[in-house]
Nanobody, 112 residues
Framework: QEQLVESGGGLVQSGESLRLSCAAS????????MNWYRQAPGKGRELVAS????????AYAGSVRGRFTISRDNAKNTLYLQMRSLSPEDTAVYYC?????WGQGTQVTVSS
């Protein structure tokens, strides 16, 4: 059974950092482009960052470029999102995605 499980969310203060992880199982993780999305209260789901199958290529939403870093470890079937200089505008549920697979989300809350 295909599964994505996010972890690493929490409550932090503005300016602090968090690292999200997404553990994949049940499919060939290294065959898929992987993405992080987020959804803030009352808003639609937003694509935050994407990474190619080998990790060589990455792309970011303008709102996080320079602060967030997406990476992957295909040997560990794990996707990461390093988030720095967090602000209250980054408060959202963060989701891991690859193809049609979605995780359950992890809450990130940034207080001012």
């Amino acid at each position: 059974q295909e599964q994505l499980v996010e972890s690493g969310g929490g409550l932090v203060q503005s300016g602090e950092s968090l690292r999200l992880s997404c553990a994949a199982s049940g499919f060939t993780f290294g065959d898929y482009v992987m993405n992080w999305y987020r959804q803030a209260p009352g808003k639609g789901r937003e694509l935050v960052a994407s990474i190619s199958t080998t990790g060589e290529h990455t792309a970011y939403a303008g709102s996080v470029r320079g602060r967030f870093t997406i990476s992957r470890d295909n040997a560990k079937n794990t996707l990461y999102l390093q988030m720095r200089s967090l602000s209250p505008e980054d408060t959202a549920v963060y989701y891991c995605n690859g193809d049609n697979y979605w995780g359950q989300g992890t809450q990130v809350t940034v207080s001012s």
